[in-house]
């Protein structure tokens, strides 16, 4: 099984909508992050959290909220989804600790806002 | 705040032969990693290799090996007798060793082609 998860891994939506992606960690990593991947951009950081009560947010967190249900729960909502965020979303784990420097992605969610 | 870049947008190899990926990055600090992810079509991100700044050798895993220039500010990777599993986005990446959020800066990518 996976070490990183993430649901769902394709979804399609319309403007307006609220829209939750979901993941779920088995590496017992206190460090999640949230990505979003455009063409010709690369990966940036929308928010990161270092435990269930510390959430941060990143680069572009405008139009996002995150909730961390749990060590292992980290959730990334769109409020009202507007097609500008058709975009991949990567969740990554990371333990803590400056000797511990890989962070472990999951698969990626594919969103389309139509 | 650092900045990574990759100018190559795409590039393409004969099968076997190797090819070399470029990256630059900017900072003002002295302590770091450096990265490179490789995304096949499955989407999937995976570590190539890391490099530690404060490292003058200049790391390698199998056929793939960074040139670590600090200096110039260049990470660049070789790929070394090129196979068609290779073929996938590649993705340079810089994080702090001082800042908390331990956050990865990513350069826009190299999409690579093997060509049999």
């Known amino acids: 099984d996976a070490d990183v998860t993430q649901t769902p891994r394709n979804r399609i939506t319309k403007t307006g909508k609220r829209i939750m992606l979901e993941c779920s960690q088995t590496k017992g990593h206190d460090r999640m992050y949230w990505y979003r991947q455009d063409p010709g951009l690369g990966l940036r950081l929308i928010y990161y959290?270092?435990?269930?009560?510390?959430?941060n947010k990143g680069e572009i967190s405008d139009g996002y909220s995150v909730s961390r249900q749990a060590q292992a729960k980290f959730s990334l909502s769109l409020e009202s989804a507007i097609p500008n965020q058709t975009a991949l979303y990567f969740c990554?784990?990371?333990?803590?600790?400056?000797?511990?420097?890989?962070?472990?992605f999951g698969p990626g969610t594919r969103l389309t806002v139509l | 705040a650092q900045t990574v870049t990759q100018s190559q947008p795409e590039m393409s190899v004969q099968e076997a032969e190797t090819v070399t990926l470029s990256c630059t990055y900017d900072t003002s600090e002295s302590d770091y990693y450096l990265f490179w992810y490789k995304q096949p079509p499955s989407r999937q991100m995976i570590l190539v290799i890391r490099q530690e700044a404060y490292k003058q050798q200049n790391a390698t895993e199998n056929r793939f090996s960074v040139n670590f220039q600090k200096a110039a500010k260049s990470f660049s990777l070789k790929i070394s007798d090129s196979q068609l599993g290779d073929a996938a986005m590649y993705f340079c990446?810089?994080?702090?060793?001082?800042?908390?959020?331990?956050?990865?800066?990513f350069g826009q990518g190299t999409r690579l082609t093997i060509n049999p």
């Open positions: 959290s270092f435990d269930v009560k510390d959430i």
């Open positions: 990446a810089y994080r702090s060793a001082f800042q908390g959020a331990q956050k990865l800066v």
């Open positions: 990554a784990t990371k333990a803590s600790g400056f000797d511990t420097d890989t962070q472990y």
